[in-house]
């Protein structure tokens, strides 16, 4: 008989120690720790996945930031705080972020959007607003590389409880797996289910049923 899987919730934490660098990330990831006021207007652009809330939670708190969504709108433009607003372009109430935006202008506030879609192929209604965004500091994070795939199944499935004690599984992994993040994660969530079923330490030919 078939083991049920049950499905658990495990939270993430987003700290800077638990931020893994590498090729894809570091520019992104050193703009962020960076504190030169220069960088108190940026947007923040990646890949679903690719671990840009992760960043900007990293930011959050050494900037003493509070998060904008559009719910709490009336109470941000009435302090003085710095701001978050992550997937900036979802739901996006494009007034009330231009009115922010000036907030943080005129009060010498700093503010991070973060979105994984590119601003130059969204049309704004508000000319403004897009006029604004265009004097922001624009930061990427890259698509993975080979460092950070492994290290990043590594750490997601440690998350897990699971360890992977064969190395050449990566070896097949890399060789076959597409390079998203989307797909990274996946793939952990794949292996996570495959591992409650199985009860079997990983091996290549387990592996070789998900890729």
């Given at each position: 008989m078939k083991q049920t899987t049950f499905e658990y919730n495990i939270l993430p934490k987003?700290?800077?120690?638990?931020?893994?660098?590498?090729?894809?990330?570091?520019?992104?990831?050193?703009?962020?720790?960076n504190e030169n006021k220069f960088n108190n207007y940026s947007i923040l652009y990646g890949p679903s996945k690719s671990g840009k809330t992760h960043l900007g939670l990293i930011w959050k708190e050494m900037n003493n930031a509070v998060i904008y969504n559009n719910e709490n709108y009336n109470d941000i433009i009435q302090c003085e705080n710095n701001l978050f607003v992550d997937s900036f372009l979802e739901d996006l109430n494009e007034e009330n972020l231009f009115h922010l935006i000036n907030h943080c202008f005129?009060?010498?506030?700093?503010?991070?959007?973060?979105?994984?879609?590119?601003?130059?192929n969204y049309i704004f209604e508000l000319k403004d607003l897009s006029s604004r965004l265009k004097s922001f500091n624009?930061?990427?994070?890259?698509k993975p590389d080979d460092e950070l795939i492994v290290n990043l199944i590594n750490k997601l499935l440690y998350d897990k409880q699971i360890i992977i004690n064969n190395s050449e599984i990566f070896?097949?992994?890399l060789k076959r797996?597409?390079?998203?993040?989307?797909?990274?994660?996946?793939?952990?969530?794949?292996?996570d289910k495959l591992s409650l079923e199985k009860k079997r330490e990983l091996t290549i030919p387990l592996i070789k049923e998900l890729i």
């Open positions: 987003h700290n800077l120690e638990n931020f893994y660098v590498s090729e894809a990330n570091k520019d992104a990831y050193n703009f962020i720790i005129n009060n010498d506030l700093k503010i991070l959007l973060c979105t994984d879609k590119l601003i130059s624009f930061i990427e994070i890259k070896s097949y992994v797996i597409n390079r998203t993040y989307k797909d990274i994660y996946l793939l952990v969530d794949k292996i």
